[in-house]
């Protein structure tokens, strides 16, 4: 049980309990190959509290138990060890299967515990491998001080040295080349023009030849929000009532170099086709790809009959995780400069002659949208409200409402103040109905609590969630356990490789959008008959 031994015992017999704790269930279904990732990282974080608390225990010279007491221990710890791993690997299938019947997911056959156990394996000894070469170059390092310094200082240095190395190493080499890659592959799929997507004809469609942007410069995520959508036909088909064609103008990332220059030319687009002359005018900030939710823009449309208008901004062509970590402030200096150029051509218009103005944004979205204006500055004449789904935990807003919520209520569904500015919803709604009347400003968050996005929180290191306490979210497994270190990482796990269908998770559904935005927007001609027709074709319509 030594330190200084290769591989630790007690190091093992903690990550093996590590192991088994890692197979519970958290917020989101897990495959097998994501399970043994999870498991491995797992395995690992128990090897190294384990290592750090022997030395611990050494370095403080408190007593050890005799070599033959350490001996059955050892065993009775390893037996313990092994029972439980075999215990939940047997179980980790209905705990797997109890999260997917929440959301209505099939079932999926026993856990393939040869496969989990193999990928968690080659896991554990990479991050062995890291762990033994940070403890060489410690060692070199301090021995090398101890020349000139005395031990502890030499230690202290070292393991600084050491530090610094590999984190040169990991930043500067690993992290570097594998965002080139990525940049360079998200380049490339970001522009290809995909055959299905026809380019506009109307004059008055943005990426037509009349339009100041080229069809070209949209990107992969503006060809598609451009060409989707319901035209005129669509919503007279439905609602029986004339409907001009929603207006949608999107500026990609190649339009222009500065993100001042992208919002000039969207508002200068936005005037071209009229979209001030439209009863509601939507500000969407997009995810990292560019990419804007049609369950929640198609939803708005047909609730304002087309008589409305959406512009946004493209940013980054990368994933939301990757463009917050390689262009932490760029989606938000974009945001800022799309609310900058619309707001303030908005305010010169007279109020009863202007459109309705939201703000809209999904995950990443929701984040840089929060960012983008400042109360101080909208105070004198402030626009209508904002809905924000899927907020990430980062956003301040969010966490702010949150932390202050009124007592009682839940974190996952908090209610603030007496409602008459911020409310909460999510599947079952939320959003129509408050101690007071929603006033003019209001601000909606539509979330799920199993929306790993919203409720990952790096305090899960070492503290129990508030959203994890009863009453817990109706789409949240009664299975679920906190434990220090291995919470954190499953709801990481979750948050980059989980997957739910539609209504759950990070995935939004149409018909939530539909009760979000009606609570918010109050659309004229609307009664529960034909809510509930609307709402079933949202729902038929594949969002996927």
Known sequence: MRVGQFVSTTGLLVGTLFFALSLTPSLLPRGDFTQGVLSGLSMAAGYAVGVIGLYLWEYLQLPEPRSRIQKVVKWIAALFCLVLSVSFLWQASQWQNN????????????????????VALAVFLAALLIGKLFHFLFLWFSRRLQRIVPPRISHMVGLMFAFALLWALVDGVLYTFTLRSMDLSYQQIDALIEPQLERPEEPMRSGSDASLLTWESMGRQGR??????????????????????????????????????????????????????????????????????????????????????????????????????????????????????????????????????????????????????????????????????????????????????????????????????????????????????????????????????????????????????????????????????????????????????????????????????????????WNEFSLARLREYLMQRDYE
């Open 99 to 118: 999260v997917r019947g929440l959301m209505g997911m099939d079932e999926v056959a026993d856990v393939r515990a040869l496969l989990v156990g193999l």
């Open 224 to 525: 598609r929000f451009l060409a989707g959508g319901p035209r005129a036909d669509d919503i007279q088909q439905f609602s029986d009532i004339p409907a001009p064609d929603p207006i949608r103008v999107y500026v990609g990332l190649n339009a222009a170099e500065t993100p001042e220059q992208r919002a000039e030319l969207a508002l200068e687009e936005l005037i071209r086709v009229g979209g001030f002359r439209r009863s509601v005018l939507v500000l969407i900030t997009p995810t990292g790809t560019g990419f804007v939710d049609p369950a929640a823009i198609d939803t708005l449309e047909y609730l304002h009959r087309g008589n409305i208008a959406s512009v946004t901004a493209q940013y980054s062509y990368l994933p939301s995780p990757l463009s917050l970590m390689a262009e932490g402030e760029y989606g938000a200096d974009s945001a800022r400069a799309l609310f900058e150029a619309v707001y303030g051509h908005w305010t010169q218009l007279a109020p009863n002659n202007r459109p309705r103005l939201y703000l809209f944004g999904l995950s990443l979205g929701a984040l840089n949208s929060d960012r983008s204006f400042d109360f101080y500055d909208i105070i004198d004449d402030p626009f209508q409200g904002a809905l924000w789904s899927g907020p990430p935990f980062r956003s301040e807003t969010w966490r702010n409402v949150t932390n202050r919520r009124v007592p009682g209520s839940p974190e996952w569904l908090p209610r603030f103040r007496d409602d008459s500015v911020v409310r909460f919803a999510n599947q079952n709604g939320g959003l129509e109905s408050g101690e007071r009347d929603w006033g003019d400003f209001r601000i909606g968050f539509l979330q799920y609590a199993s929306d790993p996005i919203t409720f990952f929180s790096p305090d899960s290191f070492y503290r129990e969630p508030d959203w994890m306490r009863e009453p817990r979210g109706p789409d949240v497994s009664t299975d679920l356990r906190w434990f220090p270190i291995i919470t954190m990482l499953q709801l990481a796990a979750d948050m980059g490789t989980g997957t739910s269908p539609r209504g759950y998770g990070h995935e939004y559904a149409a018909e939530h959008y539909l009760d979000a935005w009606y609570a918010l927007t109050d659309p004229w001609g």
